[in-house]
Each structure stands twice: as C-alpha cells, then as structure tokens.
C-alpha cells in the first residue's frame, strides 16, 4: 500500500524530532558535561600554575631573606644603633668631611617583615669629600639606603653644608654581633679615583660670581727642599697653599689625585685615572691633558728618578 501524504508527512516531522531529542541529548548529556570537565581542568590548571609561581617566588624568597640576614643590623637595637653610628662617622672621617653629627631614631616596624632604623647625619665638607663619602656608604654591604640628600654651599668657599637622611634594616631572626664587612657590587667602578670627575666638573655650579674651584686652584710655584722639587698648589678661593712632593697625594676644594712629575717650571698631575700637565700661573681649568703615549713615557722617566 503505497503511503499517503500525510503519513509522509507525520514521518518527517517525527524523524526531526528525534534528531532534535538526539542533538539535546548530546549537547546536555555528553558535549556539556565534556565541555564543563574541561573548563574545570583549565581552571585548576591555572590555579596549579599560579600555586608553582608563589612557590618559587617563596623559596627565592625564603633565600633572599636569609641573605639578608648576613647583612642585617644586630637584633639588639643598642647595639645596632651604636655599631652603625660608629660606621657612619668613621666613614665621614675617612672622607674627611667636618663638623660631623649623627643621630637616630626609634625603629619602625614595616610590614611585619623587618625594622628600619633612621639615622640623619649632618657634615660640612667639599664635593670631592661628599664623593668619597658617598663611595665608601655604597661600596659598603649592608642592608641601608640614604633616603634624602641636602647640599647647600657655604658661599663661594667650595665648602657644602651637608645633611643625609638613612635607613639601616634590622631583619628579624638575625644573629648578627657586628655590621657587614663585606663589599658591595652596586657601583661601575670599584676605584674611588674615578669619581673625582664629579668634583673636577663642578656639577652643583660652584662659580657664582666666577669662583670656579678648577679655575680657582692653580700651579702657583715650584721650589727645593733638601735637593727633592716641590710643587705649590694654591686654592685662591681659601687662600690655602699645598706643598707637595713628586709621587706624594694632594687634595684641594676642586680634585685630589697625586703629583707625577715636577719640573723647573710646570708639574704633571694624575687624577681620575688622567695625567695633566701644568705650568707655574696655570689653574686646574688650564692644564693639559697628557695623551696615553706621552703618559707612558712621562712613567717611564718617573720610574727612573724613584730608583736614582
């Protein structure tokens, strides 16, 4: 018997249907519950991975703080106190820096990780004396920072008021009976020479009114005693005169280095790891540069009047 229309029909729609109840089927009862098992797996995925990321953020941590510990301040606050106070005017002596003051503070605890410690010190010096202060406070390896920096100058006189504001770290759990000896490894160079160029160039504009130490400080003469030269260096801001031996240090408001060489009328200077030549009336602004070649040279023929 050959179907009618409306059977064929009635067919159709029932064959829609189940593919409908087929595809419902599918997506509620196998593709969603696939599709949710997998977003739960991303997710703890994720959560894993985050959980291994604090993890090794914690054991790099955990090493870091006992690290720290090697360079803390003494657990005992006096004593911490004392012993960085002492290193801190021995560090201002060592620069030559004057009229030297530090005081301190109560520590403040700071996220229940560690204590700060504040000490300010107040001094008076040159440029190139706060420079060498500066070199030995960041060659040094303790945990401490220098929170603020005031230099005001004294006049023309190539002279700084200077006040530094510092933090020293205490962490707790240290065993600590003294302060770090050991050095650090945060500055380029660990020649404190190579920092004169800071003084050498006047970066605080010390020259009002012309009064430029480099211009200020010249070669003011060369004379003998007991049969050796010996060069004058005059620092015509201060007035002061510097009588100084071949191969000995010199220091003055605009640079330190050493005498080289002196002549009957000129002397060879080093300073910041240069050589510049000078003649008797010439300032430090004045004098020249003595290229690689001539300094070799100009060693070799000093080498020769040590050993005579």
Excluded: C
Excluded at 75 to 92: C, K, Q
């Amino acid at each position: 018997m050959k179907p009618t229309r409306q059977q064929l029909l009635l067919g159709f729609m029932a064959l829609m249907g189940i593919f409908q109840l087929g595809d419902y089927v599918l997506n509620s009862m196998i593709q969603g519950p696939l599709e949710n098992l997998r977003n739960e797996q991303e997710t703890l995925q994720e959560d894993i991975q985050k959980r291994e990321k604090l993890l090794s953020e914690a054991r790099v941590a955990g090493k870091k703080i006992e690290l720290w510990r090697k360079k803390s301040l003494p657990a005992d606050i006096e004593t911490a106190r004392s012993l960085y106070r002492n290193w801190l005017l021995d560090v201002i002596r060592k620069a030559k820096l004057q009229n030297a003051t530090v005081g301190s503070g109560s520590p403040a605890n700071r996220y229940g990780l560690y204590r700060a410690m504040p000490f300010d010190l107040k001094a008076r010096g040159t440029l190139l004396q706060l420079t060498n202060a500066l070199f030995r406070f960041y060659n040094s390896d303790q945990l401490h920072e220098i929170k603020s920096l005031r230099i005001t100058p004294v006049g023309n006189s190539g002279q700084f008021d200077i006040s530094l504001g510092i933090e020293a770290l205490i962490i707790p759990g240290s065993k600590r009976k003294s302060l770090s000896t050991g050095k650090a490894e945060l500055l380029v160079s660990s020649d404190p020479r190579d920092y004169a160029i800071i003084a050498r160039d006047n970066i605080f504009g010390i020259g009002v009114n012309n009064q430029d130490p480099m211009k200020m400080t010249i070669l003011s003469a060369v004379t003998s005693r007991n049969g050796k030269p010996i060069a004058w260096i005059t620092e015509l801001i201060t007035g002061r005169v510097i009588k100084v031996a071949p191969q000995a240090p010199f220091e003055t408001v605009a640079l330190s280095g050493r005498i080289v060489q002196i002549e009957e009328e000129s002397a060879t200077i080093e300073t910041g790891g240069q050589r510049m030549k000078l003649t008797i009336g010439q300032s430090f602004a004045q004098g020249t540069i003595i290229q690689p070649e001539a300094t070799d040279k100009l060693q070799t023929n000093s080498d020769s009047e040590i050993n005579k």
